[in-house]
């Protein structure tokens, strides 16, 4: 039963960082495109490169977070009175 908790956040772990990463690029591919005439090419390549840094680590902090809510099952101690 934990271990199929377990698979299951690291699966939703998995779709939200995937669904971050892609809104997060999809921000960077329009900013970039937004920003054609106004702004020099190595400015705009830099602004894309944090944003999609921002989604990496942000993707990978989802995943990370969301497996590790499941503690492991442990036994209770035996206390028995003599």
């Given at each position: 039963?934990?271990?199929?908790?377990?698979?299951?956040?690291g699966i939703?772990?998995?779709?939200?960082?995937?669904?971050?990463?892609l809104v997060?690029?999809?921000?960077?591919?329009?900013?970039f495109?937004?920003?054609?005439?106004?702004?020099?090419?190595?400015?705009?390549?830099t602004?894309?490169?944090?944003?999609?840094?921002?989604?990496?680590?942000?993707?990978?902090a989802?995943?990370?977070?969301s497996?590790?809510?499941?503690k492991?099952v442990?036994?209770?101690?035996?206390?028995?009175?003599?």
């Amino acid at each position: 039963m934990t271990l199929l908790l377990q698979m299951e956040l690291g699966i939703l772990g998995i779709i939200g960082g995937t669904i971050f990463f892609l809104v997060l690029a999809a921000a960077a591919y329009i900013t970039f495109r937004l920003m054609r005439r106004t702004v020099k090419m190595a400015i705009r390549m830099t602004i894309v490169a944090v944003i999609l840094l921002v989604a990496l680590v942000g993707s990978i902090a989802i995943y990370w977070k969301s497996g590790s809510s499941a503690k492991p099952v442990t036994k209770p101690t035996a206390n028995r009175s003599r």
